[in-house]
């Protein structure tokens, strides 16, 4: 909780420190969180912020309308399955990049051949992992070529999957690697794209802006951009997020504390709503042991005490606040396959004590504990596992920092959050961290067959059956837990006019000033 008069105290010193620039005025909408954005990329960096701004300045092949869901034509005109492995798409002619450079079949087949190459490092997989090629059959019409059946193919071509001129990553720079070896840096190059903002100026870790894109095609249906311009910035603080809310610094903040959404809401010149997300948190354990022998998380009683020592409708109604929601399996309620009807755990001290007592933990044990999001949320989670003897070594790292430590099997016990990138399938939440990657980490080749299959198969009946069985394992074994659907409480100026959108995503190319 964030007291009002420190709240107070600090908008006073942003206002003693100058004058504000966002706001209708200057045609400047400033919006902030506490990440520090790695790269506006979103093949190379899977943080919310770089989604949202590639949503701002990027165009992808299809376009999903966040408030019906329904797929539209955005550089792709039209789109059929020539048979169950081979996608055709015509495309659309007369749109630049910001560069002013022509877009073109070249592009797509370019974009997509670099970031579905095994060794491309594109953070989330599932996305491109599907494709085999992308053929040029013309100027305007390609040929995606997948690995097998793939029923999500139009979902993961959408906002997640921007398109980038020919030779795009040519210029990433050489970095230090593994084993003294040199790798590219692909993130490091700044998109280039043909959506309605291009970006000005990138200070890693500190800001973004982006400008409207003035010559951005008609007829999209992301619509003519409208503010002149759209700022990100990190602040790390909380309370000076709030203060420079109030003070006209920003014009966005997300994430507000139930317990300050109150007096925000209080102010004439702010907006306060709340809405659910697609982001769900959770605790990865180390069921398989990568972590080393002697891990305690190797035990099934371990786990389920771990899942019986947490009071999760205490933390997504209390501290979380509206719009949350307990987790009931390891996918989000929207997304197609998610089975909810799986083993769930109480809240149960008494027992999960009794269970770490026949485990041989009578007297609990220690073990490292790690997360890079929501403080807070992480605190309280520890303060329920100190109550029956589990004491955690909190580590809190930017999630830069924590990202290798996973893949190099250095986590036994992690609080973790994920949105799916706004994927409304299954096989972008479970089937990412079940499948045998570096983020699995319980390794249940059952578990793997299932939703190996289910990501294959056409058959939407059959899909969800072995997403089923997928899930039910996944909770019986209590691999992971499952903690709460993030709610967020967004406050932003009243002179502010966009949708507030179920997906976690701020459409930002979308708003207008009143």
């Given amino acids: ?20 620039f966002a706001g209708k005025d200057t045609d400047t909408f400033t919006w902030t969180t506490s990440t520090e954005m790695d790269t506006p990329d979103i093949y190379y960096g899977n943080q919310r912020e770089a989604l949202i701004t590639s949503y701002a300045m990027c165009d992808s092949l299809v376009h999903r309308d966040p408030v019906t869901n329904e797929y539209q034509p955005l550089l792709a005109t039209s789109w059929k399955w020539t048979d169950d492995k081979t996608l055709e798409l015509e495309l659309r002619e007369g749109v630049k990049f910001h560069d002013g450079t022509d877009f073109d079949a070249e592009d797509v087949a370019y974009t997509l051949n670099h970031v579905a190459a095994p060794d491309s490092d594109m953070k989330i997989r599932v996305i491109v992992d599907w494709i085999d090629n992308v053929e040029v059959v013309s100027p305007t019409k390609v040929v995606i070529h997948a690995k097998g059946p793939t029923p999500a193919a139009l979902e993961y071509l959408t906002g997640t999957s921007p398109i980038f001129p020919s030779g795009h990553y040519e210029s990433a720079p050489e970095v230090p690697g593994a084993n003294n070896s040199t790798r590219r840096d692909w993130g490091a190059v700044v998109p280039v794209c043909t959506g309605p903002y291009k970006v000005t100026d990138y200070q890693p870790g500190q800001s973004l802006t982006l400008e409207r894109n003035d010559n951005y095609w008609e007829g999209s249906p992301k619509g003519k951009p409208s503010i002149g311009k759209i700022v990100y910035r990190t602040i790390k603080d909380p309370e000076t997020q709030i203060a420079e809310l109030m003070t006209g610094g920003v014009d966005w903040i997300w994430g507000v504390p139930p317990e300050n959404a109150e007096m925000l809401g209080s102010m004439d010149n702010l907006t306060v709503v709340s809405a ?23 035990d099934v009683r371990v786990r389920k005490a771990v899942a019986h020592a947490i009071d999760r409708e205490a933390i997504s109604k209390s501290l979380v606040g509206e719009g949350s929601a307990v987790q009931k399996s390891m996918c989000v309620p929207v997304q197609f ?3 909810t009807d799986v083993t769930q755990y109480e809240y149960d001290p008494a027992k999960a ?15 490292d504990f790690f997360a890079y999001r929501d403080r807070a949320y992480s ?9 029956v003897g589990i004491k955690a ?23 973790l959050t994920f949105g799916s990138n706004g994927i409304l399938d299954v096989s972008a939440s ?9 983020d ?50 967004y406050a932003f100026n009243k002179d502010l006019d966009y949708p507030v959108t179920p997906d976690e995503m701020a459409h930002f190319y979308l708003a207008k000033w009143k």
């Fill in 1 to 20: 909780m964030i007291e009002r008069s420190t709240v107070l105290a600090a908008a006073m010193s942003v206002l003693a420190a100058g004058p504000a």
């Fill in 276 to 298: 659910p997300t697609m982001r769900m948190s959770f605790l990865s354990l180390d069921a398989a042991g990568r972590t080393g022998a002697g891990n305690p998380m190797t």
């Fill in 337 to 339: 396959g998610c089975e």
């Fill in 353 to 367: 004590k009794a269970l770490l007592a026949e485990a041989g933990y009578p007297d609990g044990f220690e073990i």
């Fill in 379 to 387: 605190e309280a989670v520890l303060n329920y596992l100190r109550e």
């Fill in 393 to 415: 070594n909190f580590q809190f790292l930017q999630w830069r920092a924590l990202r290798p430590l996973i893949a190099e099997d250095k986590t036994p016990m992690a609080h």
């Fill in 430 to 438: 479970t089937s990412y961290y079940f499948k045998g990657s570096s």
């Fill in 440 to 489: 699995d980490y319980a390794r249940d080749d059952e578990v793997r067959a299932w939703l190996d299959e289910g990501d294959s198969t056409t058959d939407p009946d059959a899909r969800k059956g072995l997403y089923s069985k997928a899930l039910k394992k996944i909770a019986d074994e209590a691999y992971y837990l499952p903690l709460f659907v993030y709610g967020r409480t």
